[in-house]
T-cell receptor
Framework: NAGVTQTPKFRILKIGQSMTLQCTQD?????MYWYRQDPGMGLKLIYY???????DKGEVPNGYNVSRSTTEDFPLRLELAAPSQTSVYFC??????????FGSGTRLTVV | TQLLEQSPQFLSIQEGENLTVYCNSS?????LQWYRQEPGEGPVLLVT?????EVKKLKRLTFQFGDARKDSSLHITAAQPGDTGLYLC???????????FGKGTRLSVIA
């Protein structure tokens, strides 16, 4: 099992550019999540989904969009990238109370 | 905003020492999870505790859930360099709400 796969691992964007962070899971989990992790700030929830076709905002959704057309995929879209979006992004999946499986992250720098 | 406070924020100890890290909230959790994160990787689930007063052991790691389900502790016996990493607690408050993460305790075990 691959678990949760994130691509790309690293990316440098210029201010104002857009990109999509890809996330795929092969565990048939209903729940999927996007977090960002800034140094010393822990994990902050951006968006989450409880199933295909259903998404909801987390703590820090501004500047991001998501879609969930299938159980497996949960891409995160950045529109008009800003330096404040420089961070490490983690996708995770889970089943209610049984703990999350995280991907290995995407390190994004906006210059 | 529901908060999880972790302490200490940083801990540097010698190999063979014991240590305890703490996770506290003013709110009641339905369950609490501990994760360990190594540099360049996503967090990995260590344990889930559900019942107030519950104690779980994972080799040299002992996890305890407070009787009132508002706090938790992680005790490591005879720490080894391989224990080095960021330890995150995460609380599930109710229903389908996503996990809320603390900022973590960064542990360094020196050989």
């Amino acid at each position: 099992n691959a678990g949760v796969t994130q691509t790309p691992k690293f990316r440098i964007l210029k201010i104002g550019q857009s990109m999509t962070l890809q996330c795929t899971q092969d565990m048939n989990h209903n729940y999927m999540y996007w977090y960002r992790q800034d140094p010393g700030m822990g994990l902050k929830l951006i968006y989450y989904s409880v199933g295909a076709g259903i998404t909801d905002k987390g703590e820090v959704p501004n500047g991001y969009n998501v879609s969930r057309s299938t159980t497996e995929d949960f891409p995160l879209r950045l529109e008009l990238a800003a330096p404040s979006q420089t961070s490490v992004y983690f996708c995770a999946s889970g089943q209610f109370n049984y703990g999350y499986t995280f991907g290995s992250g995407t390190r994004l720098t906006v210059v | 905003t529901q908060l999880l406070e972790q302490s200490p924020q940083f801990l540097s100890i010698q190999e063979g020492e014991n240590l305890t890290v703490y996770c506290n909230s003013s709110s009641v959790f339905s369950s609490l999870q501990w994760y360990r994160q190594e540099p360049g990787e996503g967090p990995v689930l260590l344990v889930t505790v559900v019942t107030g007063g519950e104690v779980k052991k994972l080799k040299r790691l002992t996890f305890q859930f407070g009787d009132a389900r508002k706090d938790s502790s992680l005790h490591i016996t005879a720490a080894q360099p391989g224990d080095t990493g960021l330890y995150l607690c995460a609380g599930l408050y109710s229903g389908n709400t996503p996990l809320v993460f603390g900022k973590g305790t960064r542990l360094s075990v020196i050989a």
